[in-house]
């Protein structure tokens, strides 16, 4: 194989051509990809347990998803939406409105990424409450944007010398028992925080991961949800819940807010949306989401017809391959593992999360007051080794997140975990 084509030279070329500031975990170069498997430009081969963080609930190149797209091709790629129209962006509307959990009544908006589905989120937010204050939790992610940097309540790497950022954000702790946050820890912050911060009448949203991502995977208990719902009722604030991570069955139900019984008034959903394509959406009461003027809300490239028939593509496929029932049992295949291996290092602090969305938190000798940063990145980088895609995550740098396609087969998501055994053998020396 000629030098040009190897990782190495890509690698140099990316040094000499691509910002810094766009970090890359592994030095390989995708050349293919089909479902859960992946093959760099040397014809290495790896297992995907990251998705493309979350993005491929149904794999790399899911057939049905890949067809859509064709057929969407040959009619036309774009038109903008606000200049002329097109029944995809329609259909998938109706869709998501029938499918985001509550009785009432909803509207969907359409656009690109995340950080866009959450920027607006909060300018509807402000629209229909006339206020201007919103609550965030410490250790959510919500974007790189200016807004979403704001309400991200993890500084390094997102924030660092970003700043100063849009004001009236604040944060409050997530609750977390392993990490020594209670319920009640958190909503005591809540009631400091109207008490000295802001007054409840000027907050216009309190926005929380259901399950929280780059955080660390913590999920959110039903009551906390339920009291929170219950907080913003009494006080005319909306509860916005952000499953950009989360949603489409990666957690065993179609939105992780689900297992709380609650209607959300704002729901923000990207990544697993269009099954690699870029889309996200703002999904919300009516009421709420008709607040904003014609003309306020809206982008370019905003609900592509491509990914949109990609979209439409990937809820099919959500329903004929029950992918809420393969998340439930890929993550009790993952967990049982991670049991076994739990007992025999002493590394491993704790395993948690619903569904498919599970997270193996490292420390020293069971502590959960001392994470082992350092042991979390070798093993990221011996199990890249061995051809084996992790990613880590959290606050304290010290967790391991398992993000398999849904549409992994239990064999392969098995040489997976044996491959982190491997992985996890060397990194400990």
Known sequence: MSQSASNKAWQARREAAVVN???????????????????????????DFASGIAVLNTGHNHPKVVAAVRAQLEKFSHTCFQVTPYPGYIELAEKLNALVPGPTPKRT????????????????ARAHTGRSGTIAFKGGFHGRTMMGMAL???????????????????????????????????????DLCFSSDIEPTRVAAIII????GEGGFYPA?????????????????LLICD????GFCR??????????????????????????????????????????????????????????AAALAVLEVIEEEQLNQRANTQGEQIKARLQQLAERFDCIGDIRGPGAMVAMELVKQRDAARPDADLTKRLVAEAGKRGLVLLACGVRANVIRFLAPLTAS????????????????????
């Not at 498997?37 to 290495?44: I, P, R, T, Y």
């Not at 908006?109 to 509807?124: D, P, Q």
């Not at 991961?209 to 929280?212: F, G, I, L």
């Not at 499953?243 to 989360?246: K, R, V």
């Open 251 to 308: 957690t065993g139900k179609t939105f992780a807010t689900e297992y709380a019984g609650i209607e959300p008034d704002i729901m923000t959903l990207a990544k697993s949306l269009a099954g690699g394509f870029p889309l996200s959406a703002v999904v919300g009461k009516a009421e709420v989401m008709n607040a904003a003027k014609p003309g306020g809300l809206g982008g370019t490239y905003a609900g592509s017809p491509i990914a949109c």
């Open 209 to 212: 991961e259901p399950v929280q």
């Open 109 to 124: 908006l359409f656009l690109s990424t995340g950080a866009e589905a959450v920027e607006n989120a909060i300018k509807i």
């Open 152 to 190: 991200t309540g993890k500084v390094v790497p997102y924030k660092t010398g970003f700043g100063p950022f849009p004001g009236e954000v604040y944060h409050l702790p997530f609750p977390s028992d392993y990490l020594g946050v209670s319920e009640a820890d958190a909503l005591a912050a809540l």
């Open 221 to 237: 208990s039903a009551s906390f949800m339920q009291r929170l719902r219950q907080l913003c009722d009494q006080h005319g604030i």
């Open 410 to 429: 239990p064999a392969l998501v098995d040489e997976g975990l044996d491959l982190l055994e491997q992985a996890l053998l060397a990194a400990q020396g």
């Open 243 to 246: 499953e950009i991570q989360s």
């Open 21 to 47: 500031g766009v970090g890359t975990l592994l030095p390989v170069f995708i050349e293919r990809a089909q479902n859960a498997e992946l093959w760099d430009v040397e014809g290495n081969r790896y297992i």
